[in-house]
C-alpha cells in the first residue's frame, strides 16, 4: 500500500492569506487527489492532480481559489489562496494505487 | 452519478457486542466497495474492502458483505473493543477510479 505524507500537519492562518500544503508519496501513482473534509463531514473531492497538466476541478471548486501542482508522480501541492474562515477544514491528499485508494493524514488548517 | 447512502449516522455498542453499517449506492457500473476508519485527527484508513464478484470477505473481526442485486454492503465488526470507536465511511467506485464515499458512521464502543 502506498504511505503518504503531507506537510504541515496543522495550521493557523489569519484571512486574506494563502497556504501551500505538500503531499509526497512513496512510489509512483498516476492517480493524486486532494479532498477537503470540513468538521464532521464526509469527504468533498476538490481535484485530480494531474501530472504534467491542469487539474481537473470539481463543481464548485476553481484554480483561482486552490491552485495545485503536480511536478512529478510522487509529489503534489494545494494552495488555498485569500483564505476566509469557511476555508477552515481538513485537507486530504489521496492516491489510487492499483484500484485501492489510500490517503494521507490531513492538513487541519483553521483561518480566523 | 453515484450515490452512497450510509446508515446509522451514529451507533453505539457495549464492548463484546457486535456492530454492523449499512451502505447502498445507485450506479450498477460501481465494482469497488472499501472502507474506511477514521479516528480522530487521523487521515481515513482503509480497512477492508470488497469487489463486486465477492459475496463477502473476513479479515479478522471485520467482515464486509455485498448484495449487487439489491446494490447494497454492509461492515460487520464483532467482538467490539473500545479501540474500534471511530468514524467508518463507505465508498463505491467505478472501473474509471471514480470514488463516492457515504456520510460516515461514528462508532462508540462503551467499555
Known amino acids: 500500500s502506498a504511505v503518504i505524507s503531507q506537510k504541515p500537519s496543522r495550521d493557523i492562518c489569519q484571512r486574506g492569506t494563502s497556504l501551500t500544503i505538500q503531499c509526497q508519496v512513496d512510489s509512483q501513482v498516476t492517480m493524486m487527489f486532494w479532498y477537503r473534509q470540513q468538521p464532521g463531514q464526509s469527504l468533498t473531492l476538490i481535484a485530480t492532480?494531474?501530472?504534467?497538466?491542469?487539474?481537473?476541478?470539481e463543481s464548485g471548486f476553481v484554480i483561482d481559489k486552490f491552485p495545485i501542482s503536480r511536478p512529478n508522480l510522487t509529489f503534489s501541492t494545494l494552495t488555498v489562496s485569500n483564505m476566509s474562515p469557511e476555508d477552515s477544514s481538513i485537507y486530504l491528499c489521496?492516491?489510487?494505487?492499483?484500484?485501492?485508494?489510500?490517503f494521507g493524514p490531513g492538513t487541519r488548517l483553521t483561518v480566523t | 452519478g453515484e450515490n452512497v447512502e450510509q446508515h446509522p449516522s451514529t451507533l453505539s455498542v457495549q464492548e463484546g457486542d457486535s456492530a454492523v453499517i449499512k451502505c447502498t449506492y445507485s450506479?450498477?457500473?460501481?465494482?469497488?466497495f472499501p472502507w474506511y476508519k477514521q479516528e480522530l485527527g487521523k487521515g481515513p484508513q482503509l480497512i477492508i474492502d470488497?469487489?463486486?464478484?465477492?459475496g463477502e470477505k473476513k479479515d479478522q473481526r471485520i467482515a464486509v458483505t455485498l448484495n449487487k442485486t439489491a446494490k447494497h454492503f454492509s461492515l460487520h465488526i464483532t467482538e467490539t473493543q473500545p479501540e474500534d470507536s471511530a468514524v467508518y465511511f463507505c465508498?463505491?467506485?467505478?472501473?474509471?477510479?471514480?470514488?463516492?464515499f457515504g456520510t460516515g458512521t461514528s462508532l462508540t464502543v462503551i467499555p
Open positions: 470488497i469487489r463486486s464478484n465477492v
Open positions: 465508498a463505491a467506485s467505478n472501473p474509471g477510479n471514480q470514488f463516492y
Open positions: 492532480a494531474n501530472q504534467g497538466s491542469e487539474a481537473t476541478y
Open positions: 450506479d450498477s457500473a460501481s465494482n469497488y
Open positions: 489521496s492516491v489510487v494505487d492499483s484500484y485501492e485508494q489510500y
